[in-house]
C-alpha cells in the first residue's frame, strides 16, 4: 500500500511539479538543489531551485538526536514554500568535521532515537526531507571517528530514518566523488538520490573541480567520479552532480574562495583549460594559483548531466554567488528550468505575520511593572522564529493613528492613554479596525478618570473594588464554543492577582461577551478586603470592537500556569488573526 501511494506521488510530481525543471528530451524533473548554510544572513531566492539543503544539522552531543545550527534561519527557509510550495526543503545532518555518526550509527538504540528525531524535525521545521552528509564512513580525515564497520552501519543507518520518516519524505546523502564509504547499490532502497561532491578533489596547483582528466587536475575529475558512482550498477538517474561555487588557491590567493570574491591579483592572468572545462587564474610562472567555477564551465557540466542521464545539478553554496546570480542562473538554466517567474522580493520571507505593539507603564506600582516584565519576556517568546514583528514603548505620546494604524494590535499590559492627544490617537484607531488585548490594570478606570468613551470601549463601568491580598482562584469558562477557550480546561485555578470589580458589571452591557468568570466556589474570597459573593468577570469581549480584556497581571507569578499561558496565547491570537492585514 505504501508503495503505491508512493507511485502516485511521483506521477502527480511528475504532472505538476517539474514542467519548469525539464530538459529536452529529459523524461524525468531535472533537480537543482541548492545547500544554504545556517550562517549566511541571504535569503535564497527560490526560483533558482528545486531543492534547498539547509547546511548544518549534526548528530548531538547524547549520540541520540539532532542538534540543528541557527533553527531559527532554519524556520525561514522552511517558510520559503509558501511563495513556492513545489519547494523541497531538507535539513543536511552532518558536513566537514561533524562527527559522532560512527558512534550512534554503531548502537541499534541510538541509531532509532536519532532517526525518529529526525522525524520530530522534519514535523516541528515543516521540512520535505533529510539529507545526511557524513564525511565520510569509515574515513576519520575530517578528524571524527571512524571504525571499519561504518559503511555498514551507514545502510542500517538509511535504513531506519527511511523507516521513521516514511515513504513520502526525501532522503538524500552527500558521497564523495570517491564514494568513500558507500555501498550504492544497497543504499539505493533507501534513498531518493545522492548528491555527489564532485569539487574540491584537489589543491591548486591542480585544479579541484575538473570535468574531464587534463594535466591541470589532480587524479580526480567529475566525470571518474561519476563512473565510480555508476560502477555499482545504480541507474545514473539517482545522481547529482556537484558544482562550488568557489574556488581552491594557494598564494597569493586563499585556499578557498568565494566565487563573489574572485578577482585578478596582479601579476596574474586568467586562463581555460580547454579539457577540464573550467577556469583557473595562474601565476607568472604559469601555476595555477586558482582553479574556480564560472557560468561558462557550469555550461559544460549542465550540457554532461544531461548527456549521462544523471539526476541534475547540486551546489555548495548559494551564497558564494555574486550580486547577479551568474552561477544560480547558469545552472537553472542549465537544468531547464524557467527563470521567467518573479523573483521574489529579498525580505518575503521574512515578513511577519503581524505586527503587535506592547505599551506598559514602568512607573505603575511595583506589582504592575513586574508583571510587565514578565509579559514583554513571554510575547517575545512568543515572536521566535519571525512569528511576528513587535514594538515596545512606555509612551504612546509618539503614536498619532497614522503610525498606530501600522499595528495590527496594541498589548496593553498595565496601562492605557493618559494625554488627550492619546486618547483621540486611540480612539480612532479602535474605531477602525484596529486590534487591542488588555490585561489586568489597562481596565483600571474610576471617577477620576475622566474618559467615557474607555467605559464604552471596555463594556464596563467603573472600577469599584478589588479583593486583597492577590491570591489565587477558581475559574470556570462560561462561553465553550469560543476560539479563546474551546481547548481551556472547563475549570482551573488562575496564579494570584486581585481580582477586580466594576459598576455596572460588563455582563450587562449589550454585546459584552464574558468568556471567563470567577467561580461561585471561590468565596469568600480574600483576607483584608474579603468578597463574599458577587460577580467577577475574568475574561471578556466588547464584540463592538477587535478587543479581548484579562483581569490578569498582578505580580511576578502570572506565567506559572499552563491552562492560563494557553488563555493567553488564544487570546492575543485571535484579536491578531482578525486583522484585515494579518496572514494568521
Ligand atoms: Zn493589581
Known amino acids: 500500500m505504501k508503495k503505491i501511494l508512493f507511485l502516485i506521488g511521483c506521477v502527480i510530481i511528475a504532472v505538476f511539479g517539474c514542467e519548469a525543471a525539464k530538459v529536452n528530451g529529459a523524461d524525468s524533473c531535472m533537480k537543482v538543489v541548492a545547500y544554504v548554510t545556517s550562517w549566511s544572513e541571504e535569503m535564497p531566492d527560490p526560483k533558482f531551485m528545486t531543492h534547498i539543503n539547509y547546511a548544518f544539522g549534526h548528530v548531538n552531543e547524547s549520540f541520540d538526536g539532532v542538534r540543528i545550527d541557527n533553527p531559527v534561519r532554519l524556520s525561514r527557509i522552511a517558510r520559503l514554500k509558501k511563495v513556492k510550495p513545489e519547494l523541497k526543503v531538507l535539513l543536511s545532518v552532518g558536513g566537514w568535521?561533524?562527527?559522532?555518526f560512527s558512534e550512534m550509527a554503531a548502537d541499534p538504540v541510538l541509531r532509532g532515537r536519532f532517526a525518529a528525531d529526525c522525524r520530530r524535525v522534519a514535523d516541528e521545521y515543516g521540512l520535505d526531507g533529510i539529507d545526511i552528509d557524513w564525511e565520510y564512513p569509515g574515513s576519520n580525515a575530517a578528524g571524527i571517528s571512524a571504525s571499519e564497520a561504518d559503511?555498514?552501519?551507514?545502510?542500517?543507518?538509511?535504513?531506519?530514518?527511511?523507516?521513521?520518516?516514511g515513504p513520502e519524505r526525501l532522503l538524500t546523502i552527500a558521497s564523495s566523488a570517491w564514494g568513500t564509504g558507500c555501498r550504492f547499490s544497497e543504499i539505493l532502497p533507501y534513498v531518493d538520490f545522492?548528491?555527489?561532491m564532485t569539487y574540491d578533489m584537489a589543491q591548486a596547483p591542480?585544479?579541484?573541480?575538473?570535468?574531464?582528466?587534463?594535466?591541470?587536475q589532480g587524479g580526480m575529475s567529475a566525470e571518474k567520479g561519476v563512473a565510480i558512482h555508476l560502477g555499482g550498477g545504480v541507474p545514473a538517474s539517482k545522481f547529482v552532480l556537484g558544482?562550488?561555487?568557489?574556488?581552491?588557491?594557494?598564494?597569493?590567493?586563499q585556499n578557498f574562495v568565494d566565487y563573489k570574491d574572485v578577482a585578478l591579483k596582479p601579476g596574474c592572468t586568467e586562463g581555460w583549460d580547454d579539457v577540464a572545462k573550467t577556469p583557473y587564474i595562474a601565476d607568472k610562472s604559469g601555476s595555477v594559483v586558482l582553479g574556480f567555477e564560472n557560468p561558462k564551465s557550469i555550461g559544460y557540466k549542465c550540457d554532461f548531466i544531461v548527456q549521462r542521464g544523471l539526476g541534475g545539478a547540486m551546489y555548495w553554496d548559494y551564497a558564494g554567488d555574486n550580486a547577479g546570480s551568474e552561477l544560480r542562473e547558469a545552472v537553472a538554466r542549465g537544468m531547464?528550468?524557467?527563470?521567467?517567474?518573479?523573483?521574489?522580493?529579498?525580505d518575503y520571507a521574512g515578513a511577519p505575520r503581524f505586527k503587535a505593539l506592547i505599551y506598559y507603564n514602568d512607573q505603575a506600582e511595583p506589582a504592575h511593572v513586574d508583571f510587565a516584565k514578565d509579559a514583554i519576556d513571554f510575547f517575545h517568546r512568543l515572536s521566535y522564529g519571525d512569528g511576528y514583528?513587535?514594538?515596545?514603548?512606555?509612551?504612546?505620546?509618539?503614536?498619532?493613528y497614522d503610525r498606530l494604524k501600522g499595528y495590527d494590535l496594541i498589548v496593553a499590559i498595565n496601562a492605557s492613554p493618559v494625554a488627550d492627544k492619546e486618547r483621540k490617537a486611540f480612539e480612532e484607531y479602535m474605531e477602525n479596525g484596529g486590534g487591542w488585548i488588555g490585561f489586568h490594570a489597562a481596565a483600571y478606570n474610576d471617577a477620576n478618570t475622566g474618559w467615557d468613551w474607555y467605559n464604552r470601549f471596555l463594556g464596563a463601568g467603573k472600577f469599584y473594588c478589588n479583593t486583597w491580598p492577590p491570591q489565587p482562584a477558581l475559574a470556570d469558562v462560561e462561553l465553550r464554543e469560543h476560539p479563546v477557550t474551546k481547548n481551556l480546561p472547563q475549570s482551573f485555578v488562575l496564579p494570584e492577582c486581585e481580582w477586580y470589580q466594576w459598576q455596572p458589571d460588563p455582563r450587562l452591557t449589550p454585546g459584552v461577551e464574558v468568556l471567563l468568570s470567577l467561580s461561585p466556589a471561590?468565596?469568600?474570597l480574600g483576607i483584608k478586603d474579603v468578597v463574599k459573593s458577587g460577580d467577577f468577570p475574568v475574561v471578556w469581549t466588547n464584540t463592538r470592537y477587535r478587543m479581548i480584556y484579562l483581569n490578569i497581571g498582578h505580580g511576578d507569578r502570572e506565567f506559572t500556569d499552563a491552562a492560563q499561558n494557553l488563555l493567553l496565547v488564544n487570546a492575543f491570537r485571535w484579536i491578531a488573526a482578525s486583522s484585515a492585514s494579518s496572514s494568521l
Open 206 to 216: 591542480s585544479l579541484h573541480n575538473a570535468l574531464y582528466s587534463s594535466g591541470r
Open 336 to 346: 531547464g528550468m524557467d527563470l521567467s517567474e518573479p523573483t521574489y522580493p529579498a
Open 243 to 253: 558544482i562550488p561555487f568557489y574556488g581552491r588557491g594557494a598564494s597569493p590567493y
Open 97 to 100: 568535521g561533524s562527527g559522532r
Open 151 to 165: 559503511p555498514g552501519n551507514f545502510v542500517k543507518l538509511l535504513a531506519a530514518i527511511r523507516d521513521a520518516i
Open 194 to 196: 545522492i548528491n555527489i
Open 389 to 400: 514583528r513587535y514594538d515596545v514603548t512606555t509612551s504612546l505620546a509618539d503614536y498619532p
Open 522 to 524: 471561590n468565596y469568600p
